[in-house]
């Protein structure tokens, strides 16, 4: 089957604009999450979605970054007014619920590039 | 979450038996230990987790000393595709995983 996609692979943006990155999870998966991962980094927490509920949102570094799963299926994060140190790659991953026997399946990413 | 200490980098001779060790002294007893691997370019992918017994499954093995303070990763016959970054975490439940920066295992010929 097919695993959690996300798209675009790479995005290449200047400073100031606005972006888009789309997650599409696992079928069924209830869990959606969003990281960034800097260059040389692990990957860093920024909100968690069970449905189309928000639950948690306290990783989102600044108010520019907007997160939103309207139906409870594909989810986009977006980036108003980027900056350079948004630079990074953003993986989504997705899960069939939240708990501790529940693993977590990470699509490739998306790497944006703001110059 | 509790935190997690890892050696930056392991090298292994492909072939043979990588062990990853991670301390986590202020893990709480409702905490899991989990086990994800990032190979470079992709995603992270999960590998094992446990409470407090030993687990096994098809990929590795996970050794947790009795008073949880610490825990092993085994990889029993790494190949060249083990070479990765692998985070140790621990965690009560999934919904947010803390990473840290992991252990880069270079797995060679």
């Known amino acids: 089957g097919a695993g959690v996609s996300q798209s675009p692979r790479y995005k290449v943006a200047k400073r100031g604009q606005d972006v888009a990155l789309r997650c599409d999870p696992i079928s069924g998966h209830v869990s959606l999450f969003w990281y960034q991962q800097a260059l040389g980094q692990g990957p860093e927490f920024l909100t968690y979605?069970?449905?189309?509920?928000?639950?948690?949102k306290s990783g989102l570094p600044s108010d520019r970054f907007f997160a939103e799963r309207p139906e409870g299926s594909v989810s986009t994060l977006k980036i108003q007014r980027t900056q350079q140190e948004d630079s990074a790659v953003y993986l989504c991953a997705s899960s069939l619920a939240l708990g501790a026997y529940y693993e977590q399946y990470f699509g490739p990413g998306t790497r944006l590039t703001v110059t | 979450d509790a935190k997690t200490t890892q050696p930056t980098s392991m090298d292994c001779a492909e072939g043979r038996a990588a062990n990853l060790p991670c301390n986590h002294s202020t893990i709480s007893g409702n905490e899991y230990v989990y086990w994800y691997r990032q190979i470079h370019s992709q995603g992270p992918q999960y590998i094992i987790h446990?409470?407090?017994n030993n687990e096994t499954n098809e990929m590795a093995s996970l050794i947790i000393t009795e008073d949880r303070k610490s825990s092993t990763l085994i990889l029993p016959h790494a190949t060249l595709r083990d070479t990765a970054v692998y985070y140790c975490i621990v965690s009560a439940n999934t919904d947010k995983l803390i990473f840290g920066t992991g252990t880069r295992l270079q797995v060679f010929p």
């Open positions: 446990g409470l407090k």
């Open positions: 979605f069970q449905n189309e509920a928000q639950l948690d």
